[in-house]
Nanobody, 120 residues
Framework: QVHMVEFGGGTVQAGGSLRLSCTAS????????MGWFRQAPGKEREFVAS????????YYKESVKGRFTISRANAKNTVYLQMTSLKPEDTAVYFC?????????????WGQGTQVTVSS
């Protein structure tokens, strides 16, 4: 069974930065495309960013381009999301998942997520 553990969230002021991490188990990590999603209060979960299994290609939600950077360390079974120039509208619980390229979650096994709160 695939298991994701996300961490690194917190509360920051607008314009601040955070780095999220997600460690996956129960899969051959370096064979899977991975992605980040987020869910704000009262809204559906949405795609944020994805990265191919090779690490060579990335894809982003339009509103985070130029501010967020996704990366991965296959030797650590970990995918990262570096977030800069954060805005209040980035406030959400952030999750990672296996991706069907470029932006569809491929597993029903979601982790607990990590809360990101951006104050104005």
């Amino acid at each position: 069974q695939v298991h994701m553990v996300e961490f690194g969230g917190g509360t920051v002021q607008a314009g601040g930065s955070l780095r999220l991490s997600c460690t996956a188990s129960g899969l051959t990590f370096n064979l899977y495309d991975m992605g980040w999603f987020r869910q704000a209060p009262g809204k559906e979960r949405e795609f944020v960013a994805s990265i191919r299994w090779t690490g060579n290609y990335t894809y982003y939600k339009e509103s985070v381009k130029g501010r967020f950077t996704i990366s991965r360390a296959n030797a650590k079974n970990t995918v990262y999301l570096q977030m800069t120039s954060l805005k209040p509208e980035d406030t959400a619980v952030y999750f990672c998942n296996i991706i069907t390229w470029p932006d569809n979650a491929d597993s029903d096994d979601w982790g607990q997520g990590t809360q990101v709160t951006v104050s104005s």
